[in-house]
């Protein structure tokens, strides 16, 4: 049976993981908009909406560097797969739970094999053929990532209408439908097995990754930059609804005004304009000050402000995801390229943990205190990374062929 799907369909690598990661981001996008409403019909205080955003990713943290390591020695293939299965589980649990002690299990199922988009990330790097191919193949993920937030939000409200549970069910049957197109379909990517031994110490790579003195400044922006996104992400619905009394459809438009904004920027402006003219070490370090003056603008409580502050920061969140993963990537060797983005990942994941509770702790006493001290963040991670620049030659070399200047 199987062999007969893939002898009628047979789709290249990068698309399966494209509609891999279209499908994935989808469910994230239907539940963006409509997640704090519909805990709040828990009865439950707003903190919680922050708490569950920390629950999976404090499970995410421990998850994501043994996945990767797996993935480096086992192949990319089974690591998606088991990881598509726990997003399915998790998000079926959450959809049909009474409690609030429900919905956290379903989080905590999905984040102990949290590895989706990561992993996604090592098959385009697998097929990459030099920095520029790399850096446009990352840059793919992201243009993905903001067509499905462009049709997320808008399918999340109305299902919202019928039902609050309907997004998370359909979330959870669009998982299901993910994990059988790659079982199916997706072949695997990595032939440079790691033949290391792997250790389930999810703080061996981290620390052994950390002791890189010439890179520990990325690392340390790339937790900033994580931190400073995740403050706001987690209070962005309840704010809009008390600042400016917008309901679960109009917080839906406004994201998926941001997946236009991040679906042009990475389909279109990332190659013709900022890797075109800009060195990714030039826009590593130099975006940051405009993705702080854009959450400086979002905190003013004014709908057009807010509005604009936005566009800022999806440009620059969208552009400095691209760049900074491309070129702290760009020093791993190719057989611990997994591990690499496990920590990538992991850090991420440690800023979903400290962001939405230092936002919710922060909303608690004044509603734009997120915005403003995201902005505050980004300013600390511009002079970390400023200090360090002249220190390290842009990125051209160890599994990526050098290129000409972008």
Known sequence: MKERLQSKFNFPPKVIILFTVFL???????????????????NVPDIVVTLLFAVFSIFAFFSAPILGMISDRKGRRPVLIASLVSTALGWIIFAFSKSIWGLFLGRIIDGAAAGNISTAQNYLIDISKDRKE??????SIGAVFGIAFIV???IGGVLSHISMRLPFILVGMLAVVNTILAYLFLPETNHHRNTNKISVNPFTPIIKALRDKNLLPFYLAWLLFGIAIHQDQSIFALYMSKTFSWAVVAVG???????????FNQAFMIRKVWLKYFKESLLMVWMFLPFALGYLVMSIPNKFSFIFGIIIVAFCHSTMRVVINSQI??????????EMMGVLSSLISLSMIIGPLAGGALYEIKSNLPFISSAVVLIIAFVIVYRKYKKIAPVEHVNVEPLEAL
């Open 134 to 139: 790399r850096a446009q193949n990352l840059g």
């Open 329 to 338: 990537i760009g020093f791993s060797e190719k057989e611990k390229q997994g």
């Open 152 to 154: 997320g939000p808008l």
């Open 253 to 263: 438009f406004i994201v998926t005004m941001i997946g236009v904004v991040v679906s």
């Open 24 to 42: 994935d981001v989808l469910g994230i996008g239907l539940i963006v908009p409509v997640l704090p409403y519909y805990i709040q019909s828990f």
